[in-house]
């Protein structure tokens, strides 16, 4: 079984600071995508940034400059720095990734279970 642990959300004043993290446990034999979604209240779920192997990083036109996200492979980790933060970016945060466990046996999503940002202005 695979999961995606999230930590690293909180309280911040607009223009601060955040780094988020995302762990990858279990049984992983190769990840295509990892990275990060947000959903707001009463808005649809979001791409924010995403890794794919041996393509790049793609980020939403909302964060791009602000948003860094970078990867230990290593340790299957992502890391979201955001910087610059604004009262828009306030939402839960979830990792995904795009995970093939056993090689064999196809692909699946995986979600973590959220982690709230929250920009006061």
């Known amino acids: 079984q695979v999961q995606l642990v999230e930590s690293g959300g909180g309280l911040v004043q607009a223009g601060g600071s955040l780094r988020l993290s995302c762990v990858a446990s279990?049984?992983?034999?190769?990840?295509?995508?990892m990275g990060w979604y947000r959903q707001a209240p009463g808005k649809q779920r979001e791409l924010v940034a995403v890794?794919?192997?041996?393509?790049?990083?793609n980020y939403a036109d909302s964060v791009k400059g602000r948003f860094t996200l970078s990867r230990d492979s290593a340790k299957n980790t992502v890391y979201l720095q955001m910087n610059s933060l604004k009262p828009e970016d306030t939402a839960v945060y979830l990792c995904?990734?795009?995970?093939?466990?056993?090689?064999?046996?196809?692909?699946?999503?995986?979600w973590g279970q959220g982690t709230q940002v929250t920009v006061s202005s």
């Open positions: 995904h990734a795009h995970i093939s466990p056993f090689g064999n046996s196809g692909w699946n999503n995986y």
């Open positions: 279990g049984h992983i034999f190769s990840i295509n995508t």
């Open positions: 890794l794919t192997a041996g393509t790049g990083t």
